[in-house]
Nanobody
């Protein structure tokens, strides 16, 4: 099993920045072998993919809505993934979830709230 714990969510003003972290624990699957992603879910909306990092990809993939503003990264030694969010807008308000996948197994974190408001 893989346990995922997100942190870093906060209330921020439009135009501000935040860094989200997702720490993984559990020894069933090596962290470096996991495909890692960030999703978000805004009130009344479906959960959407924000950024994904396959275990063998150098460059993360991003949704059009965050491309150029968000940067995803991973530190395999620390078993942690990050989401650096810049130029935040009110429409970025959502619960942000960390997601891990290995073959047919997948795991979700419990999410961290990001609120963008003046």
């Amino acid at each position: 099993q893989v346990q995922l714990a997100e942190s870093g969510g906060d209330l921020v003003q439009p135009g501000g920045s935040l860094r989200l972290s997702c720490a993984a624990s559990g020894d069933t699957f090596p962290f470096y072998s996991l495909d890692m992603s960030w999703f978000r879910q805004a009130p009344g909306k479906q959960r959407e993919l924000v950024a994904s990092m396959a275990n063998d990809e150098i460059y993360p993939q991003y949704s059009d809505s965050v491309k150029g503003r968000f940067t995803a990264s991973r530190d395999n030694a620390k078993k942690t993934v990050f989401l650096d969010m810049n130029r935040l807008q009110p429409e970025d308000t959502a619960i942000y979830f960390c997601y891990a996948q290995w073959r047919n197994y997948d795991f979700w974190g419990q999410g961290t709230q990001v609120t963008v408001s003046s």
